[in-house]
């Protein structure tokens, strides 16, 4: 073998091995916004208003909450179940209470089940689009706007569909920069689990 068939080798693998890292990294996003787009994995879709048509037909939604292990906040939905009709716009609450002497930020994942009704489940504002960052002792009601698609009767996969699930799971965050600020000045502490 030549020395420039030798040098073609090798930088072709070096063209194999740099494409393939790129494709890695593009990996995450590219199925972010893939679960985005269709719904999959559970993922709910965005609006900025209601839905413009309501069925006479309803549909329940169920609300659950959880924590990832250690984090401190009791974080529970204030109603675990709604019915309201197809289309219609819903507004549920969670609440959440810091019990801890030091200031938490958290920010919260979410899903839905089943699955092929993720991309039906519609959040006009939701608590989860943001940190949430608790004083000692607070509690505070945190609401979600939502509705179900009516295009929902339209999947063969979801029509039929009886109960959706919202769940939320709440992680801890850092602190954004103002309140560590903050705590600088008053000489609070804020630890981290």
Not at 39 to 58: I, P, Y
Not at 67 to 83: C, I, K, L
Request: charged share 20%; aromatic share 12%.
């Amino acid at each position: 073998m030549s020395m420039d068939a030798k040098q073609k080798t090798v930088l072709k693998l070096a063209g194999v091995v740099v494409f393939m890292g790129a494709m890695a990294w593009a990996a995450v996003p590219a199925y972010n916004l893939f679960c985005r787009v269709t719904g999959f994995g559970g993922t709910t879709g965005v609006a900025s208003a209601g839905s413009d048509r309501v069925l006479d037909e309803t549909i329940e939604i169920r609300f659950d909450a959880s924590r990832e292990r250690g984090f401190p906040w009791e974080f529970a939905p204030v109603e675990t179940t709604m019915e309201l009709k197809i289309g219609e716009t819903g507004l549920a609450f969670y609440e959440a209470y810091n019990p801890t002497d030091r200031v938490i930020a958290g920010s919260a994942s979410y899903n839905v089940a089943p699955y092929s009704a993720g991309g039906y489940f519609t959040k006009i504002d939701c608590f989860c689009f943001t940190m949430q960052v608790l004083q000692p002792g607070e509690r505070v009601q945190m609401p979600v706007t939502f509705y179900v698609d009516p295009a929902i009767k339209d999947d063969p996969e979801a029509k039929y569909v009886p109960t959706i699930t919202l769940s939320y799971t709440f992680h801890e965050a850092e602190l954004p920069k103002e309140q560590a600020r903050l705590d600088a000045d008053t000489g609070t502490t804020t630890n981290f689990n």
